[in-house]
């Protein structure tokens, strides 16, 4: 009998729960979207209760696909969504604040937060940003009255969702780990726990949060809501981006992965140093044994998220697979770009008011051309990252890793390879956040299996830097 770990990825679109095998690779998968909530502000909101019951059901269906026996449970999970509930019974207190929301931007620019955020940068490795959660909490304070009234009587408990997922399958066990602490703008990078005096800028009872441990910690048991009749182990929580990087096999420091999900991150191994770089995000990428790992991350905010736009907005696809053979049949000499600033611009701009934006636009601009401008962007913003990153060491990979949902995208992996001008190695398991969260928490390596596909320029250099000025300009001209 096959000893399997069920592995659950809690990701912004929706909830997999996934069976693994020792040797990574995945023996069952089932999964469920859930609502993306937005207000007549913009705000995007996850209802918990509705991610919660749909745990459930994606929990009771695999276990009824199999005969082998489950010994562990892993997590890995969106990272900066923030979440509120009550400690005694577990509840939500309210909507959950998705990490691409900006609604907590009145409160990073005020004056106060704003003086410090040079401190701020110092102590987390992040810039001041509605972006991170801890904004996120401190704006649930000040305007959810069921958290008001819990922070009043002593019964409030914040967290990203990997604290709330372990809450409420251990039965109440609070905890988190490095990887997604790193990215509240609360935690201390060098010391690796809840910093005092951020907390206080923010105005979070440090109490309020989860104890800190190592990634894989046992962090607890649990039936999977009573459907085993014995408790086994949780033994690992990642970030899905960092789990991602550890089923990527990306070890050693200078080694970059890229994971295309709703939003884009791309990150590179950093080791056990700490990269400083102006736009990107110094985080950990995991902390095991008391060893920390470190990387440098930059974030897209709309990939996948942009052909759900296409298709939910504009109307102008059916279906995402149709994308592909729209930007290769677009006329190549339309000029059209879009500037995806639904919610700002992340790394490397960190301009949060930036407004979205198609722009270059002529006759000869139709459905097709606004597809492939809408892959490109994703391109060109991962494109910008990486020339930071290659600041930083001289051990940078000549290879990037990719995975994520949009990868089977031919035309986006193909103008990956072409404006990078780097050998773009496809992951055969598009799965690697729950798959990694799991093989960490075995104490493994990330996969060895061969790329499932390479892709390689097939322009020249200097018109790939040609097609990168024109994205450039554009985007100064909105900034202005």
Known sequence: MTELTLAIDQSTQGTKVLLINPDGTIAYKVTKGHRQIISPHGWISHDLIEIKNNLKTLIHTALSHTTDKIVAVAISNQRETAAAWDKTTAEPLALAVVWQDNRAVSLTESIILKEHAHLIKQKTGLPLSPYFTAAKFEWMQLYEPAVRDALTADNLCFGTIDSWLLYILSGGIYKTEPSNACRTLLMNLDTGNWDPELCTLFGININ?????????????????????????????????????????????????????????????????????????????????????????????????????????????????????????????????????????????????????????????????????????????????????????????????????????????????????????????????????????????????????????????????????????????????
């Open 208 to 480: 309020n949060l989860p104890q800190i441990v190592d990634s894989d910690s046992i962090f607890g048991e649990t039936t999977l809501f009573g459907e085993l009749s014995t408790p086994i182990p949780i033994i690992s929580i990642l970030g899905d981006s960092q789990a991602a990087l550890f089923a990527e096999n990306c070890l050693q420091a200078g080694q970059i992965k890229i994971t295309f999900g709703t939003g884009s991150s791309i990150m590179m191994n950093t080791g056990e140093k700490q990269i400083h770089i102006d736009g990107l995000n110094t985080s950990i990428a995991w902390r095991k044994n008391k060893k920390t790992t470190y990387a440098l991350e930059g974030n897209v905010n709309y990939s996948g998220s942009l052909i759900t736009w296409l298709k939910n907005n504009l109307n102008i696809i059916n279906d995402p697979s149709e994308t592909n053979a729209m930007a290769e049949a677009a006329n190549p000499n339309d000029t059209t770009f879009l500037i995806p600033a639904f919610s700002g611009m992340a790394a490397p701009y960190n301009y949060p008011q930036l407004k979205a934006a198609l722009v270059g636009m002529s006759q000869l601009t139709g459905r097709n051309e606004i597809v492939r401008a809408a892959l490109n962007a994703v391109i060109y913003q991962i494109n910008d990252v990486m020339n930071l990153m290659y600041q930083a060491s001289a051990k940078i990979s000549s290879t990037v890793h990719v995975d994520g949902g949009m990868i089977a995208n031919r035309y986006l992996m193909q103008q990956l390879a072409n404006i990078s001008q780097q050998s773009v190695l496809i992951s055969s398991i598009q799965e690697l956040s729950g798959v990694g969260a799991a093989m960490s928490g075995k104490n493994n390596h990330g996969l060895t299996f061969p790329p499932e596909k390479i892709y390689t320029a097939n322009i020249h250099q200097q018109d790939a830097t040609k097609q990168v000025k024109l994205w450039t300009s554009n985007i100064k001209q909105l900034i202005k």
